[in-house]
T-cell receptor, first 111, second 115 residues
Framework: AQRVTQPEKLLSVFKGAPVELKCNYS??????LFWYVQYSRQRLQLLLR??SRESIKGFTADLNKGETSFHLKKPFAQEEDSAMYYC?????????????FGEGTQLTVNP | DTAVSQTPKYLVTQMGNDKSIKCEQN?????MYWYKQDSKKFLKIMFS???????INETVPNRFSPKSPDKAHLNLHINSLELGDSAVYFC??????????????FGQGTRLTVV
């Protein structure tokens, strides 16, 4: 079974502060991990995925298989980063491309 | 040239009515999905179709019936709407082939309100 846990439903930081959104997963095979972001009243969109190892909008995330984590980090938060962030997992071939989402973390960056 | 489009964007209807939400993608993807986002913003998969074939059917009431006339469309029909059906419904699509990755593209959502 696939499971994604985001322990923090709400996270509030000040502009310029570092931010870390936590994500832990449970999956027996080799998963693909993603972070999706939903800005206010907009569609979900991909922020980054672990296999591309990119930094998008200053965000990075490293897959830690030992800790089964995929935390999202940014060294200096900006007000425009305020949004809902979802960690997601895609399992193996038999899952039919199923994306399992965590419950989401609402990030608020205060001025 | 929107990649995944849903109609309508907003839907307000009375209990007991039957309604449909349409979804179309022009990305050439093989797989399409319906997700439900509840009032707590929790996203849960409802259905997934691959090349018009149902491959994921989560525990969803029989009142919800997806229909895929072709691989670019996945519509959601809901019978006998209930208050608890109020939510935002997202359509999404993704490539199925493993070598193309499994990034999902989402529609803008349909906010359904049952009164």
């Amino acid at each position: 079974a696939q499971r994604v846990t985001q322990p923090e439903k709400l996270l509030s930081v000040f502009k310029g502060a570092p931010v870390e959104l936590k994500c832990n997963y449970s999956y027996s095979g080799s998963p693909e991990l993603f972070w999706y972001v939903q800005y206010s009243r907009q569609r979900l969109q991909l922020l980054l995925r672990h296999i591309s190892r990119e930094s998008i909008k200053g965000f990075t995330a490293d897959l830690n298989k030992g800790e089964t984590s995929f935390h999202l980090k940014k060294p200096f938060a900006q007000e425009e980063d305020s949004a809902m962030y979802y960690c997601a997992l895609s399992g193996g071939e038999t899952s039919g491309s199923r994306l399992t989402f965590g419950e989401g973390t609402q990030l608020t960056v205060n001025p | 040239d929107t990649a995944v489009s849903q109609t309508p964007k907003y839907l307000v209807t009375q209990m007991g009515n039957d309604k449909s939400i349409k979804c179309e993608q022009n990305l050439g993807h093989d797989t399409m999905y319906w997700y439900k986002q509840d009032s707590k913003k929790f996203l849960k998969i409802m259905f997934s179709y691959n090349n018009k074939e149902l491959i994921i059917n989560e525990t969803v009431p029989n009142r919800f019936s997806p229909k895929s006339p072709d691989k670019a469309h996945l519509n959601l029909h809901i019978n006998s709407l209930e208050l608890g059906d109020s939510a935002v419904y997202f359509c999404a699509s993704s490539p199925y082939q493993l070598d193309r990755g499994r990034v999902a593209f989402f529609g803008q959502g349909t906010r359904l309100t049952v009164v």
